[in-house]
């Protein structure tokens, strides 16, 4: 069965510092890999998505994530956090059918 | 462009009264359908998909129930509504063949007190 496990319920970071957000899957088979970034009161927006190929996928708003299949991550970063990138973000995984699976996700606070 | 629209946006309801949350797409056909819940301090849980007309699939036993009586419609109702039954609640689609992308609505914020 496939699961997501996001280390850090909350990440606080300074205004122009790295953003690094974990992520880690479960799954049977090669996932399919996402991050969704959702802003208050509204609904989830795709950041970014591994299906195959390159493990180094690029994303929204400078945001990009690296597939380690050897160690089961999908990491989400950023160089430089920007005030407006205060969010609730969320990894999620699929193998390949009609469920997608969400990690319990991960508050970014962005300090001025 | 396909849209979601999901209503009503909050709604505070007393235990023990019925439940419709209504959700539908515009600009597409035959999209896989999802109801999703937001628990406050928890992740997404998938609660329902749908790849058709008739079709549900429940994915956790519980007061909740979905139905589509329309491609583009999506339901989700209680007879009785539970606390535990308050949440964050989304509906979201795929395009069929393209399932990889969820499209979410702006969810309803349900209040059972």
């Known amino acids: 069965a496939q699961s997501v496990t996001q280390l ?3 990440v ?3 205004e122009g510092a790295l953003v ?34 390159a493990t180094l996928v690029k994303g929204i708003n400078g945001f ?18 920007h005030m407006s ?10 193998e390949k059918g009609f469920k997608t699976i969400f990690g319990a996700g991960t508050r970014l606070f962005v300090k001025a | 462009s396909q ?45 329902f998909y749908s790849v058709g007309i008739g079709q549900i699939s429940s994915e956790v036993p519980q007061n909740l129930s979905a139905s589509r009586p329309q491609d583009r419609q999506f339901i989700l109702s209680s ?12 509906c979201a689609w795929s395009v069929q063949g393209a399932w990889e992308k969820l499209f979410f609505g702006s969810g309803t914020q349900l209040s059972v007190l």
């Open chain 2, 79 to 90: 007879k009785k509504l539970l606390l535990s039954d308050s949440g964050f609640y989304l």
């Open chain 1, 64 to 81: 990009e994530a690296e597939f380690k299949k050897s160690e089961t991550s999908f990491h989400l970063t950023k160089p430089s956090a």
């Open chain 2, 3 to 47: 849209t979601i629209h999901q209503w009503p946006a909050t709604l505070v309801q007393p235990v023990g009264s019925p439940l419709s949350l209504e959700c539908t797409v515009e600009g597409t056909s035959n999209p896989n359908l999802y109801w999703y819940r937001q628990a406050a301090g928890r992740g997404l849980q998938l609660l």
């Open chain 1, 20 to 53: 690094l957000l974990r992520c880690n899957y479960s799954s049977s088979v090669p996932p399919y890999l996402f991050w969704y970034v959702q802003y208050p009161n509204q609904g989830l927006q795709l950041l970014l998505k591994y299906t195959t190929g």
């Open chain 1, 8 to 10: 850090g319920s909350h």
């Open chain 1, 12 to 14: 606080s970071v300074s």
């Open chain 1, 85 to 94: 990138d205060a969010a609730e973000y969320f990894c999620a995984v699929s």
